[in-house]
């Protein structure tokens, strides 16, 4: 089975730009989570989808969104880049057919967004 | 607050010597905990959960974790380090968040040197 892909690899954008990144689940996996990846602040959640909606979401401002395909595709958008948004923007997806947090979560290799 | 703390930002182990990652927890309920490890530039890869049952658990590469209710710690351990296992570990431990919804928050991250 082919893992967890996300793509672009790595971004470069300017303040105040907007970025949208993808991410393609395993196959047969429904439960999409995004999280970003700092030096300082470490893995913080951004929102899970599952079967096309929101399911559960992190403390993160409205400029970070995303959405879920039929096909379980997902991407998240950040309006109005900030210096503070450079992090490794992580994919995970698992079987999680209940909301409960409570299987292995498979891990893309992640997006690096650099602000400049 | 609910929270997973990794006390120690690095951990250096002397190959072939035993190793143990720390993580402490605080959590309401009985925590379901999880221990994921980052390779550099890779994303990260679960390696063991704790739900029930056995406090010792067994999981990939042959690390296991130990689950001490009395301690809330879950820590990681391998009886001899190997050079490749040198990487940054991740322990996480499912919460309820104040929206009714489980989600993971995650430690600091540990970092384990191996020396050969």
């Known amino acids: 089975k082919a893992g967890v892909t996300q793509t672009p690899r790595y971004l470069i954008k300017t303040r105040g730009q907007q970025v949208t990144l993808s991410c393609s689940p395993i196959?047969?996996?429904?439960?999409v989570s995004w999280y970003q990846q700092t030096p300082g602040q470490g893995l913080q959640f951004l929102f899970e989808y599952f079967s096309e909606t929101q399911r559960n979401k992190g403390n993160f401002p409205g400029r970070f969104s995303g959405r879920q395909f039929s096909n379980s595709r997902s991407e998240m958008n950040v309006s109005t880049l900030e210096l503070g948004d450079s992090a490794l923007y992580l994919c995970?997806?698992?079987?999680?057919?209940?909301?409960?947090?409570?299987?292995?979560?498979?891990f893309g290799p992640g997006t690096r967004l650099t602000v400049l | 607050a609910q929270s997973v703390a990794q006390p120690e930002d690095q951990v250096n182990v002397a190959e072939g010597n035993p190793l143990t990652v720390k993580c402490t927890y605080s959590?309401?309920?009985?925590?379901?905990l999880f221990w994921y490890v980052q390779y550099p530039n890779r994303g990260l890869q679960f390696l063991l959960k704790?739900?029930?049952?056995d406090n010792l658990v067994k999981g990939s590469y042959g690390f296991e974790a130990e689950f001490n209710k009395s301690q809330t710690s879950f820590h990681l351990k391998k009886p001899s380090a190997l050079v490749s296992d040198s990487a940054l570990y991740f322990c996480a431990v499912r919460v309820l968040s104040m929206d009714s919804n489980y989600q993971l928050i995650w430690g600091a991250g540990t970092k384990l040197i191996i020396k050969p």
């Open positions: 704790y739900i029930t049952g």
């Open positions: 196959s047969g996996h429904r439960s």
């Open positions: 995970a997806s698992s079987l999680e057919v209940l909301a409960g947090a409570y299987n292995e979560q498979f």
């Open positions: 959590v309401s309920g009985n925590p379901y």
